[in-house]
Antibody
Framework: QVQLVQSGAEVKKPGSSVKVSCKAS????????ISWVRQAPGQGLEWMGG????????NYAQKFQDRVTIIADESTSTAYMELSSLRSEDTAVYYC???????????????WGHGTLLTVSS | SYELTQPPSMSVSPGQTASITCSGD??????VSWYQQKPGQSPVLVIY???KRPSGIPERFSGSNSGNTATLTISGTQAIDEADYYC?????????FGGGTKLTVL
């Protein structure tokens, strides 16, 4: 059963960047898409984008397209999400999740990582 | 962009049936999954591809999807089912989540 372990909480200043990691263990990493989903305090879930490690190409939500980079390192079974030009509204818990689906779509996410809290404050 | 609409909150008495809806244009043509999230925890998949239950999810959780509405049904609701529930679908190379429904069991 795959488990996703994320890096620890971060505190960043506005305008800076953050890179969050998500290491998979106990299962196949390369052939399943990994997505990043964030949740602002008291708010709902918001998909940021994802990657299929074996192909290496990422797909981003339009809202984040110019600020987010998602990569995957097959050698360490680790996915990364880097978010730049941080602002206070980026304060949220960031989750990675393994995706599955038929064809080229994402039908469901399972499992999810434990989440990484990012606080953006001056 | 595609939108999924859920009621912000609902309440149910213990032992009764809770039906949480998720609405979207021609949603019945897409697969819908549902997630349960308790305070301070990561989301957990409870239904995928409209009506399939992952291993370990109680039989009281079921799902349906037709027309413009998908429904998560919890039969014999228990206090431990109190949580936020989110629906999710895939549209035009984008993952879409509903806004979430806070289910209160009282």
């Amino acid at each position: 059963q795959v488990q996703l372990v994320q890096s620890g909480a971060e505190v960043k200043k506005p305008g800076s960047s953050v890179k969050v990691s998500c290491k998979a263990s106990g299962g196949t990493f390369s052939s399943y898409p990994i997505s990043w989903v964030r949740q602002a305090p008291g708010q709902g879930l918001e998909w940021m984008g994802g990657i299929i490690p074996i192909f290496g190409t990422a797909n981003y939500a339009q809202k984040f397209q110019d600020r987010v980079t998602i990569i995957a390192d097959e050698s360490t079974s680790t996915a990364y999400m880097e978010l730049s030009s941080l602002r206070s509204e980026d304060t949220a818990v960031y989750y990675c999740a393994r995706a599955e689906g038929e064809g080229s779509g994402i039908d469901w996410f399972d499992p999810w990582g434990h989440g990484t809290l990012l606080t953006v404050s001056s | 962009s595609y939108e999924l609409t859920q009621p912000p909150s609902m309440s149910v008495s213990p032992g009764q049936t809770a039906s949480i809806t998720c609405s979207g244009d021609k949603l019945g043509h897409k697969y819908v999954s549902w997630y349960q999230q308790k305070p301070g925890q990561s989301p957990v998949l409870v239904i995928y591809q409209d009506k399939k239950r992952p291993s370990g999810i109680p039989e009281r959780f079921s799902g349906s999807n037709s027309g413009n509405t998908a429904t998560l049904t919890i039969s014999g609701t228990q206090a431990i089912d109190e949580a936020d529930y989110y629906c999710q679908a895939w549209d035009t190379s984008t993952v879409v989540f509903g806004g979430g429904t806070k289910l209160t069991v009282l």
